[in-house]
C-alpha cells in the first residue's frame, strides 16, 4: 500500500504525517454518508411540498472547530459559508453545551443565510462532556410568521416590516425534549402551526440521526483519531486549491451587473453591483473584493455575511476544477473582502435580509464567473437566470377538499435557466446558481394531491435561451392556478428587466415575465414584484429567465444547431439569424448556405433580435398549440 | 431438477441441479440467435449425463434465466424506436424529470437528453384531476390524429403517460383500445398498469423504458420458450428480475423493464454464500469478471443491498427506472475488452468489447484487436491447449501478433511488458469500480473478503486483492458460472401490490381485507407451480405515511389482516415505531395514511445444495511453464489442474491453478488452499499490521 500514502508538509508548519490517504477517504464518505441520511431523514418525513419534494433545505456537519466537513448534497447557497459562523456563534452564546440540546436559529445578523431558513443545530457531545461537531439542518421553511405568508419579501422597508421571528440560537431541546415555550411561541404565530410541527419533527430527526451517526465515528475511531483526519482533510483541500489557483493566469478585473428595481424609495432605479476579482498564482489565492457596493438597502434584498461570501464562493468554484472538495480547507485560499452596512456584505439591523438566497447573491455569483471567463477561454462560466418567477411563488389558501383547512406552502417549478459554460450547455433545471442545480423541482401530481391547485402546463419555451458556442438554457413556462377556491400568490421577481448576461461573445437570456389568464382567457401583464388572488377559473401563467450564453453563438457545432432545430428548443429562423446555420429542407445541414451566413454574421449582421422571446411567449399564451416540431420527426 | 441459465455478453453459463449434486457447463454465446447458446450448453450436460437433449428438458421442473439482453439493448441504442404520449401541456416530463444533480459545480458536461426525443413526443387534450375526477375529456378524434403521426413517424412501440391516471386510468385505457384498433401489432405500455406510482416523472419514465424494450424482449422469450418447449422442455420458465427475484417468462414478456440488471442480480447471492463459508466473513465484494463488463457487487453485514431507486446512468440525471434492483455497479473491463491507444499514444483497455463474436484475436474467429485474454496469453497465464478444457485451441501467435503491432510497437515496450501493461489498466479500471462501492460508501475494502466470480476473474484477482488490502480471495468452484448458481440459491421470490388509500381517521376495513385477499391469491397461484417442497412464505406489507407527507415507509401487517380495529391498532404502533426507528421522531398526533397493500411470497429452496467436488487422479506428472509477472519478469511457474487438487492442499506462487472455465494466476508471494467447498482460498499477501480486520460473519446474518 506505500504508494497510496502520501507525505506532505503541513500548512501550518508542523512536522510532516504520514497521511493513511485510503482511511482518509473512507473516513469523509463516511461523513458525507451520515449527511445523507440526515438529509434522506427530511426529505421523507416532511409535510411542506418546499421540503419533501423540492427539497429546498441542506445537512451538514461541522468540525468543533467550526470548519465545515461534509454538506452532502447540500445546497450550497445553504452551507458552504454559514454552518461555520453559526457554530462560532452557538459557543459564543452558549457556554454550557450538553448532549441532548438542540437550538433554533434563522437570525440573518448571526450567520444564518435568510430568516426564511429555519436551523436546527445539534451540539455532538462526547461521553466526557466535550462538544465534538456540530449536526446543522437548515430548511426553507413554507411560512416563519411573516406579516405577509411567504418568506421571500423584497418590498420590505426593514426586518420590523417583513415580521420575521428571529430565532438566534434559541434552545429548543433540551434532554432530547421540546422545550414548550418555544414550541407555542411558534404554533402561536406561523400559520398552519400542524404542518410547521411536522416539518420541525423532520429536522430535528435528521439532527439526532447526523448526532447518533456521528457518535458512533468518534466511538469507533476515538476522537482525537476523528480530529487528525479533520485537519488531513483540510490542508488536503487547501493544497488542491492552491494548485488548481497556480495554473489560472494572474490579473485583477472588476465585473458588474444590475439588479432590478424595487418599487421602494432608494430602489426604484435598480442597484449597481460590482466585484473586483484578483488572480494571484504565485500565492495560489483568489480575492474578491465587495466593499465598493451600496451601503443596506431600505427592502428585503440586502445579503447577510454568509450568502456574500457564498455568493462569491460559488462564482469561483463555477469555474475551477469541480473536483475540488468544497470546504473550510479549500475555502482559505479565497479572501473575500466585505465591509458592514453593505448590501453585498454584513447587513446591520434592522436591514431586512429576506431574500438574501436569491437576488442579490444571483447577481454576485454570476459577476465572479463571468469575470474569471474573461482571464481566459476554458473557464467561467455566464450568468444564471434571474431568479424567483411566479412559479416559485408563496401560495396560500383553504383548501375545500380538507373541511377549508388553511394552507401555507411554496412551489418550485420552472425556475431560471443554467448557464452555458466552457464544456457544454447551460443545465435546464438549474433553478439558481446558488444550488449548482441540486434543489429538486415539484411534480404537478404532489403539488395537486397536498394543495387544491391545478397546473395546466409545465414545458420549455423556444428561443429564449442565451445563444453561444454553448448556449444558456431556455426559460420555462408554468401556468397554474386554483381549483374550487380561491388561491393568493405572492412572489419576488428579479430579472423582468436585467436579463442574464452571456460571456466572451454569448449572449443574454430571456427575461422573466409574469401574467394571469383572466376567467375570460384575457392576459394581463402582472408586476414583478406582488402578491395576486385568483378566483376559480383564474391562472398565472410563469415565464422564467433564460441562462446566458458562453462564446460567440457563430461558433456553435451546426450540429448542435441542428439538434436544437429538430428537438424544438429552437426556431429554424433562429438557427439562422442568431447561429448562422441554415438546414436544408431534409432537415440536413445546408453547409454552403450556413458557411455564407455565418460569413454575413461575422461581418456584423446581427439578427439575433429577429426571433425573440415576444414571439414566442405570444405563440404559448394561444391555448392548445402546438410548438414543435417546425418540421416532422426524422428518423 | 432444475437448470438455471446465464446469458453474458461472451459465455452461456448453466448450472445443472440434479438430487444433490451442482454441476456446470460454459458455451459461448451465440448473440445472433442466443437460444442456441443455451441449447448448446443444454446438449454439454445432457453428454455428460449420457442422455439426450430431449430427456434432459424433460426431467427439468424449473428453468431460471437471467439475461444481459435488455440492459444492452438499452447502453448500445437499439432500443425500439418509441413514442411518448402525454397529457397536453406537459410534454417534458422526461426531460425535466425531478431536478437535482449529486455534483454542484461539475460543469464538464451539458444536460442530458430525454429517454424519448421530444420530436416524438405527442400531447393529447384529457385531463383528469387529483381525485380522479374527469376535468377535460378526452378528445377521441385528436388521439386517433395523434396515433396517425405515429404510424407516419414509423413508430416501434408507443408509452403512454397521463396524469393522474393512477387515480382514474380511463383516458389511459381508451388511448390503448385506440392503439390496439389504429396502430395494430405495436405494443405499447400504460403507466398505471405497469407501475402505479405517485409522481408522473416516475411512471413515464417506467413506462418509456419498458416500452422500448417491448419489441426486442417480447421476440426474445417467445424465441426461447419456443425452442426450449420444441426441445421437450415442459416445465416453468423463470425469469431473473433486477430485483434478484423470478418471474414467469410471460410476465416478463408484459413487463421487461424488469430485466434490466437481471443479468448480475444473482451473482451476489452466490458470492455471499462463498464468502461466508470460504472466508468467514460477512462483508464481501463480489467481483463478477465477464467478457464485456465487471460487475460489482458489496455485500455488507451479510446483506445484499437493493437500491429502492434504480436510475439508468446517475442519479437525477439519468432515466429513473422506478422498481428497486441489486445494487450492482458494471464499468467495461472483461477477458474481451480492448486495448487501444488514443491520438496522445495513452494506452486504454475498453469499454469496448471484441464480445464473443469475433471475441479476441486467439479465438481465431476473424478479431484483429487485442484484448485482455490475448495479454493472458502471452503472460502465459492462459494455456493456449486447455481453454474451456481444451474444447477451444487458442491462436497464441495471434495474440502475441496483435498486441505487437498494436500496443508493444507504438509505446517501444517489448511484447511481454505490453501485455502486462494492458493487464494493469485493466486492473486499474476495476479497482476504480469496486473503490466506488466500498471506499465511496465509507467502507474499508480491507475489512472486506474478494470473491471472484467469471472465467476471467482469476487473471487479476491476486492482483486486486493486493492493491485493496483485500485480507482474502475466494474463488469458488463455480466462480465461472456464479450468477447462473446464485439463481440455483436465492429462494423464488415474487412480490404484488394494489393501490390503496385509506387514512386511519375513517379506515375502510372491508376494501383493505378484500385486496388483502386478493393478494393472497395471486401469491398462491405463485407459489404452486414453484417445485419447491417447503411451504411459502407470505408477508403482507403496508405502505404507510403521516397525513400531508409524500413518502411511505413499509410496514409489515402482523396477521396479514387489517380487518378488526385491533389489527388497524397494531398497524399504527408498529408505523409509529418503524418510523421512529428510521427517522428518530414520531408524531402521535398526526392521522396515518395507509396508501398501497403489497405481499412477498417466498418459496425457500432450505439448504443450498453443495457443489459436487469431483475429483480426477493426477493424470500426469506435475509441469511448470513460463509466466511474466511484471515486477519480476518470466518465472517459471507449477501448474495445478484444479480437479486433481484435493481439498486441503497448500499452493504458493508463483504457480498457475486452471480447470475447464477458468484459471487462477498466484503471484509470487500469494498462496492459496483449496477448502472443501472446492474453492481456492487466497492469501495475496502478508497483511500489515494495524489494518482494520474482516468482521467474521455471525450464523444469525447470514441467510
Redesign the interface.
Known amino acids: 500500500?506505500a504508494d497510496r500514502r502520501s507525505t506532505t508538509e503541513m500548512s501550518n508548519g508542523t512536522e510532516p504525517r504520514e497521511r493513511d490517504v485510503?482511511?482518509l477517504?473512507?473516513?469523509i464518505?463516511?461523513?458525507?454518508?451520515v449527511v445523507r441520511k440526515m438529509t434522506n431523514?427530511l426529505?421523507?418525513?416532511?409535510?411542506s411540498?418546499v421540503l419533501?419534494?423540492?427539497?429546498d433545505f441542506s445537512c451538514c456537519v461541522v468540525s468543533a472547530n467550526h470548519e465545515l466537513l461534509a454538506m452532502g448534497?447540500s445546497?450550497?447557497i445553504h452551507v458552504i459559508s454559514g454552518p461555520d459562523l453559526i457554530s462560532r456563534w452557538l459557543t459564543e452564546l452558549h457556554h454550557d453545551l450538553r448532549r441532548g440540546d438542540a437550538f433554533l436559529h434563522n437570525s440573518p445578523y448571526h450567520g444564518n443565510s435568510h430568516a426564511g431558513d429555519h436551523c436546527i443545530v445539534v451540539p455532538v457531545i462526547d461521553e466526557q462532556g466535550v462538544h465534538r461537531a456540530t449536526a446543522l439542518v437548515k430548511a426553507h421553511m413554507a411560512d416563519i410568521g411573516n406579516s405577509e405568508p411567504t418568506t421571500l419579501t423584497a418590498t420590505a422597508r426593514d426586518v420590523y416590516e417583513e415580521g420575521a421571528l428571529i430565532f438566534p440560537c434559541v434552545k429548543i431541546q433540551e434532554g432530547y425534549r421540546d422545550i414548550g415555550d418555544v414550541i407555542r411561541m411558534c404554533e402561536t404565530r406561523i400559520r398552519v402551526p400542524?404542518?410547521w410541527?411536522?416539518d420541525y419533527?423532520?429536522m430535528?430527526?435528521?439532527a439526532?440521526?447526523g448526532e447518533?451517526e456521528m457518535l458512533r465515528i468518534g466511538e469507533e475511531v476515538g476522537w482525537d483519531a476523528f480530529e487528525r483526519y479533520v485537519a488531513d482533510w483540510l490542508d488536503y483541500s487547501e493544497e488542491r486549491i492552491r494548485a488548481t489557483i497556480r495554473t489560472l493566469p494572474a490579473g485583477r478585473r472588476t465585473g458588474y451587473d444590475i439588479h432590478d428595481a424595487v418599487p421602494l424609495r432608494g430602489v426604484e432605479n435598480g442597484v449597481q453591483l460590482q466585484a473586483t476579482v484578483t488572480v494571484d498564482p504565485s500565492a495560489g489565492v483568489i480575492e474578491i473584493d465587495l466593499r465598493d457596493n451600496p451601503d443596506c438597502l431600505p427592502c428585503g434584498i440586502n445579503l447577510t455575511q454568509s450568502t456574500s461570501q457564498t455568493g462569491a464562493l460559488?462564482g469561483v468554484?463555477?469555474s475551477i476544477d469541480?473536483?475540488?472538495p468544497?470546504n473550510t480547507g479549500s475555502a482559505r485560499a479565497i479572501n473575500i473582502l466585505l465591509r458592514e452596512n453593505c448590501c453585498m456584505g454584513i447587513p446591520v439591523h434592522p436591514a431586512s435580509c429576506s431574500m438574501a438566497t436569491s437576488g442579490l447573491s444571483e447577481r454576485l455569483a454570476g459577476i465572479v464567473q463571468r469575470t474569471l471567463a474573461e482571464f481566459q477561454d476554458g473557464i467561467g462560466?455566464a450568468s444564471t437566470g434571474p431568479e424567483c418567477p411566479p412559479a416559485t411563488a408563496g401560495l396560500s389558501g383553504r383548501d375545500p377538499?380538507n373541511g377549508n383547512a388553511r394552507f401555507v406552502d411554496m412551489m418550485?417549478l420552472g425556475n431560471s435557466g443554467?448557464a452555458g459554460?466552457?464544456?457544454?450547455?447551460?443545465?435546464?433545471?438549474n433553478?439558481e446558481t446558488s444550488?449548482?442545480?441540486?434543489?429538486?423541482?415539484d411534480?404537478?401530481?404532489?403539488l395537486?394531491?397536498?394543495r387544491p391547485i391545478?397546473?395546466?402546463?409545465?414545458?420549455?419555451v423556444p428561443d429564449t435561451e442565451g445563444a453561444g458556442r454553448?448556449r444558456g438554457?431556455p426559460s420555462?413556462y408554468v401556468?397554474y392556478g386554483p381549483?374550487e377556491t380561491e388561491l393568493e400568490v405572492l412572489y419576488a421577481a428579479d430579472g423582468t428587466v436585467n436579463p442574464a448576461l452571456g460571456t466572451r461573445g454569448g449572449e443574454s437570456g430571456a427575461l422573466v415575465r409574469p401574467f394571469m389568464r383572466k376567467a375570460d382567457g384575457e392576459i394581463v401583464a402582472l408586476q414583478a414584484w406582488t402578491r395576486v388572488v385568483l378566483e376559480p377559473g383564474e391562472t398565472i401563467v410563469s415565464i422564467s429567465s433564460g441562462g446566458g450564453g458562453y462564446g460567440p453563438p457563430v461558433e456553435r457545432d451546426p450540429d448542435h444547431v441542428r439538434r436544437d432545430v429538430?428537438?424544438?428548443w429552437i426556431s429554424e429562423q433562429r438557427a439562422s439569424a442568431v447561429y448562422g446555420v441554415v438546414l436544408a429542407s431534409d432537415g440536413s445541414i445546408d453547409l454552403e448556405a450556413t458557411a455564407a451566413r455565418r460569413a454575413a454574421l461575422a461581418e456584423g449582421d446581427d439578427g439575433s433580435a429577429a426571433t425573440r422571446l415576444e414571439d414566442s411567449v405570444m405563440r404559448l399564451l394561444e391555448p392548445?398549440v402546438?410548438l414543435?416540431?417546425t418540421r416532422?420527426?426524422?428518423? | 431438477m432444475r437448470l438455471a441459465a446465464d446469458t453474458g455478453g461472451t459465455f452461456t453459463d448453466l448450472v445443472v441441479e440434479r438430487g444433490q449434486g451442482v454441476q456446470l457447463y460454459k458455451s459461448a454465446t451465440t448473440p445472433a440467435d442466443p437460444a442456441s447458446g443455451i441449447i448448446n450448453a443444454i446438449a454439454l450436460a445432457a453428454q455428460d449425463a449420457q442422455t439426450t437433449v430431449q430427456a434432459l428438458l424433460a426431467e427439468t421442473d424449473v428453468f431460471i434465466h437471467g439475461t444481459t439482453r435488455a440492459i444492452n439493448a438499452i447502453l448500445t441504442g437499439t432500443t425500439a424506436?418509441t413514442a411518448l404520449i402525454c397529457t397536453?401541456?406537459?410534454?417534458?416530463m422526461l426531460?425535466?424529470?425531478?431536478?437535482?444533480?449529486?455534483?454542484?459545480?461539475?460543469?464538464?458536461?451539458?444536460?442530458p437528453d430525454p429517454y424519448i426525443?421530444?420530436?416524438?413526443t405527442f400531447?393529447v387534450?384529457e385531463?383528469i384531476?387529483?381525485?380522479g375526477e374527469i376535468?377535460q375529456a378526452l378528445d377521441r378524434p385528436a388521439a386517433i390524429e395523434v396515433i396517425e403521426q405515429l404510424a407516419?413517424?414509423?413508430v416501434e412501440s408507443v408509452a403512454v403517460c397521463l396524469?393522474?391516471s393512477i387515480a382514474n386510468p380511463a383516458h389511459e385505457l381508451a388511448l390503448g383500445e385506440l392503439l390496439e384498433r389504429h396502430l395494430p401489432g405495436v405494443p405499447y405500455t400504460l403507466s398505471h398498469a405497469l407501475n402505479p406510482t405517485?409522481?408522473?416523472?416516475r411512471r413515464a419514465s417506467c413506462a418509456a423504458i419498458d416500452a422500448s424494450l417491448k419489441p426486442l424482449m417480447n421476440a426474445y422469450l417467445e424465441g426461447l420458450e419456443a425452442r426450449l418447449r420444441g426441445a421437450g422442455f415442459a416445465g416453468r420458465l423463470l425469469m431473473v428480475t433486477s430485483s434478484g427475484g423470478v418471474v414467469d417468462a410471460s410476465d416478463m414478456a408484459a413487463a421487461p423493464i424488469h430485466s434490466i440488471n437481471s443479468g448480475p442480480a444473482m451473482a451476489p447471492v452466490a458470492g455471499r454464500h462463498y464468502a461466508a463459508l470460504d472466508g468467514d466473513c460477512e462483508n464481501a465484494v463480489v467481483a463478477d469478471t465477464g467478457g464485456t463488463s465487471y460487475d460489482v457487487a458489496l455485500v455488507r453485514r451479510g446483506r445484499i443491498p437493493v437500491t429502492r431507486e434504480t436510475w439508468l446512468g446517475l442519479e437525477?440525471e439519468g432515466h429513473i427506472t422506478g422498481f428497486p434492483a441489486v445494487d450492482v455497479r458494471s464499468v467495461g473491463a472483461g477477458g474481451g475488452s480492448i486495448a487501444w491507444m488514443d491520438a496522445g499514444g495513452l494506452l486504454h483497455v475498453g469499454p469496448q468489447s471484441a464480445a464473443a463474436d469475433p471475441g479476441p484475436v486467439c479465438y481465431g474467429r476473424g478479431g484483429v484487436l487485442p484484448t485482455v485474454t490475448d495479454a493472458s496469453v502471452v503472460l502465459g497465464y492462459i494455456d493456449p491447449e486447455y481453454f474451456l478444457g481444451g474444447m477451444m485451441r487458442l491462436d497464441a501467435a495471434g495474440s502475441a501478433e496483435a498486441i505487437q503491432q498494436r500496443i508493444a510497437g507504438p509505446l517501444g515496450l517489448d511484447l511481454h511488458e505490453a501485455a502486462a501493461a494492458i493487464m494493469a489498466v485493466a486492473t486499474e479500471r476495476m479497482i476504480q469500480s469496486i473503490e466506488e462501492i466500498t471506499?465511496?460508501?465509507?467502507?474499508?475494502p480491507?475489512t472486506a473478503v474478494l470473491v471472484g466470480g467469471g472465467g476471467a476473474a482469476g487473471l487479476n484477482a491476486v492482483a486486486i486483492g493486493r492493491r485493496l488490502?483485500s485480507p482474502r480471495v475466494v474463488i469458488p468452484q463455480a466462480g465461472a458460472v456464479l450468477s447462473a448458481r446464485g439463481a440455483l440459491m436465492s429462494d423464488l421470490l415474487s412480490e404484488y401490490a394494489s393501490a390503496f388509500f385509506s387514512g386511519s381517521d375513517g379506515f375502510d376495513h372491508a376494501r383493505a381485507d378484500q385486496l388483502l385477499s386478493e393478494l393472497r391469491t395471486r401469491c398462491l397461484r405463485f407459489a404452486s407451480r414453484a417445485g419447491t417442497s417447503a411451504p411459502p412464505q407470505i408477508e403482507y406489507i403496508a405502505e404507510a405515511r403521516?397525513r400531508?407527507?409524500?413518502?411511505q415507509?413499509d410496514v409489515p401487517l402482523r396477521n396479514g389482516e387489517l380487518g378488526s380495529p385491533e389489527a388497524l391498532q397494531h398497524l399504527i404502533e408498529d408505523f409509529h415505531a418503524v418510523?421512529e426507528e428510521?427517522?428518530?421522531?414520531r408524531?402521535e398526533?398526526?392521522v396515518i395514511e395507509v396508501v398501497n397493500l403489497r405481499a412477498r411470497v417466498r418459496c425457500p429452496l432450505g439448504e443450498p445444495v453443495a457443489d459436487t467436488v469431483a475429483l480426477a487422479p493426477a493424470s500426469h506428472a506435475a509441469t511448470t511453464r513460463e509466466v511474466y509477472f511484471s515486477g519480476t519478469g518470466a518465472l517459471d511457474a507449477a501448474v495445478h489442474r484444479l480437479e486433481e487438487t484435493p481439498p486441503g492442499t497448500t499452493i504458493t506462487g508463483p504457480a498457475i491453478i486452471e480447470s475447464s472455465f477458468t484459471t487462477v494466476v498466484l503471484h509470487p508471494g500469494a498462496s492459496a488452499e483449496r477448502s472443501s467447498s472446492g474453492s481456492i482460498v487466497i492469501i495475496p499477501e502478508l497483511a500489515?499490521a494495524g489494518v482494520p480486520s474482516c468482521p467474521a460473519r455471525s450464523p444469525d446474518v447470514v441467510s
Open positions: 500500500m485510503v482511511a477517504a473512507v473516513m464518505n463516511r461523513m458525507e454518508g431523514t426529505f421523507r418525513t416532511a409535510r411540498t419533501n419534494t423540492a427539497r448534497e445546497l450550497p400542524e404542518d410541527y411536522g419533527l423532520g430535528i430527526g435528521a439526532r440521526v447518533r460559488i468554484f463555477n469541480h473536483t475540488l468544497r462560466m377538499r418550485i443554467g459554460h466552457p464544456h457544454g450547455d447551460g443545465w435546464l433545471t433553478g444550488d449548482g442545480g441540486s434543489m429538486m423541482r411534480s404537478t401530481e404532489v395537486e394531491l397536498l391545478r397546473v395546466w402546463s409545465d414545458r420549455i454553448f438554457a420555462l401556468e381549483v429538430l428537438e424544438g392548445g402546438r414543435w416540431p416532422g420527426p426524422t428518423a | 424506436r397536453r401541456g406537459h410534454p417534458d426531460l425535466l424529470r425531478e431536478g437535482g444533480r449529486t455534483q454542484p459545480f461539475n460543469w464538464s458536461y451539458g444536460y426525443p421530444r420530436a416524438l400531447e387534450a385531463r384531476g387529483s381525485q376535468v407516419a413517424a414509423q396524469l393522474w405517485l409522481r408522473e416523472y437525477y471506499v465511496n460508501q465509507g467502507v474499508d480491507r488490502g403521516y400531508h407527507q409524500v413518502w415507509l418510523h428510521v427517522y428518530a421522531v408524531d398526533r398526526a500489515e
